[in-house]
Nanobody, 114 residues
Framework: QVQLVESGGGLVQAGGSLRLSCAAS????????MGWYRQAPGKQRELVAS???????NYADSVKDRFTISRDNAKKMVYLQMNSLKPEDTAVYYC????????WGQGTQVTVSS
């Protein structure tokens, strides 16, 4: 049974930082590309950052130079370090595993106050 469990969300002031974590189980983690998505109220879910099995990263333009995605294959973890947070970063953030089946975590709320 595949599980993705996010943690690390919360309320932070603009300019602050948060680190999201995603713990994966039930998959051969090192084989798969992983990603972080977010969904704000009334908006579609969007890709924030992704990391391939080989460690290559990709970012949405809106978060480049502020967010960093990383992974620890030994621990089956993927992280999203978020710096210089803005109110427009407020959303539910989801961890995603890019396997033959899309797997999603339950989401973690990030709220950035101005």
């Amino acid at each position: 049974q595949v599980q993705l469990v996010e943690s690390g969300g919360g309320l932070v002031q603009a300019g602050g930082s948060l680190r999201l974590s995603c713990a994966a189980s039930g998959i051969i983690f090192s084989w798969y590309n992983m990603g972080w998505y977010r969904q704000a109220p009334g908006k579609q879910r969007e890709l924030v950052a992704s990391i391939t099995s080989g460690g290559r990263t990709n970012y949405a333009d809106s978060v480049k130079d502020r967010f960093t995605i990383s992974r620890d294959n030994a621990k089956k973890m993927v992280y999203l370090q978020m710096n210089s947070l803005k109110p427009e970063d407020t959303a539910v953030y989801y961890c995603h595993a890019d396997t033959s089946v899309d797997y999603w975590g339950q989401g973690t709320q990030v709220t950035v106050s101005s």
